[in-house]
């Protein structure tokens, strides 16, 4: 049987929005690797990974790109997707494995390649190996639109924040990891019952974020922070209640970096997640331990929601429809094939 799947349309699209992606066209352009090794990543040991974590030993997952080599290390189709169409992960629409089988990969650019060809290859590589097909097309879906407050925004103005020195020797427990909107240093720490992690994503400003599972609070504590940078914070969160999660866009018309907090309740988080269906055990990267703990809380304890703590900012989220750009995937493999 082929592993093969074809979908149709999704949330009821019109077919007349759909528009061809150019990109699918890069191998005839010759934006391919020289050569590219691809397959499924092998499971978890979440004791092992602990144990290098507390020893200051990252995990190397994400998208690394350094020098010709290209490495992706424990990533979805999904988020292959997101790397190499540059686009956000919500705004991805296919089956549900996507999001959940994971691969290596391990490429060599061609000699006189940039850094910005790689999503390109990329693209070329997921169309020949997994026979991906995609389409971008408008669609109306529910969002929650970020806007300042009735009383005006109470946030404190931050400098603006030094791009990333890409060149710059990693510190003690940090990796590098490329984002569709740039490079970003992430560190990471595990203790019993905590685990925190700093994302550094350049001139979009860098928060850190604490679970702690003890108290069942979410800290996220920003400086820096653009309202872009803002919007993708809330955006990742907001996907912890499942893939149909609302998408955040920014209708503030704020220009400026401000330092942020968010106090959340991890029972909250985890509750909305439950209400979509999603399995709160799960083990991926950083996790399940929080989500176990959240099984016990208090649904009355501390944090609090998304809302009520955007609004102590001076801003509001409204739930409103827009016009959403959507890759959609129509066609995919989810067994590449052969090296």
């Known amino acids: 049987m082929s592993a093969g799947v074809a979908f149709g349309q999704a949330d009821g699209a019109k077919a007349e929005g759909r528009r061809p992606i150019s990109g699918n066209t890069a191998a005839t352009a010759g934006l391919t690797f020289d050569v590219a090794s691809v397959r499924p990543s092998a499971p978890l040991d979440a004791t092992k990974l602990q144990a290098d974590m507390q020893a200051g030993k990252m995990p190397n997952f994400g ?78 879906k529910p969002v929650l639109a970020l806007v300042t407050a009735k009383g005006g925004p109470k946030l404190k103005d931050s400098p603006t924040p030094e791009p990333i020195d890409e060149n710059a020797p990693l510190k003690p427990g940090e990796r590098k990891m490329d984002l569709p909107d740039g490079p970003a240093r992430v560190t990471q720490s595990l203790e019993p019952g905590k685990m925190s992690s700093t994302i550094n994503m350049g001139t979009r400003g860098s928060y850190m974020q604490k679970i702690d599972g003890s108290t069942q609070v979410v800290q996220i504590d920003g400086t820096g922070v653009s309202m872009s940078g803002f919007v993708d914070i809330l955006s990742q969160v907001m996907q912890i209640g499942g893939p149909s999660a609302k998408r955040v866009v920014d209708e503030t018309g704020l220009t400026g970096h401000y330092e942020v907090s968010l106090s959340l309740s991890l029972a909250d988080l985890m509750a909305a997640a439950r209400a979509q269906g999603v399995d709160v055990q799960g083990g991926g990267p950083g996790g399940g331990g929080g989500a176990r703990a959240a099984e016990a809380a208090d649904p009355g304890g501390a944090g609090s929601t998304v809302y009520a703590s955007v609004e102590k900012l001076g801003l509001k989220l409204e739930s409103k429809k827009a016009s959403v750009e959507q890759l959609v995937v129509t066609s995919a493999e989810k067994v590449p094939t052969e090296n």
């Open 63 to 140: 998208m690394h790109l350094d020098g010709l080599r290209a490495e992706y290390n424990y990533m979805s189709l999904k988020e292959l997707v997101v790397a190499a169409y540059k686009v956000k992960p919500y705004q991805v629409t296919g089956p549900d494995w996507m999001a959940t089988q994971r691969y290596d990969i391990a490429a060599r650019m061609p000699e006189g390649s940039k850094k910005e060809d790689a999503a390109a290859m990329l693209k070329a590589l997921l169309t020949e190996r997994f026979k991906l097909e995609a389409h971008m097309e408008s669609q109306e």
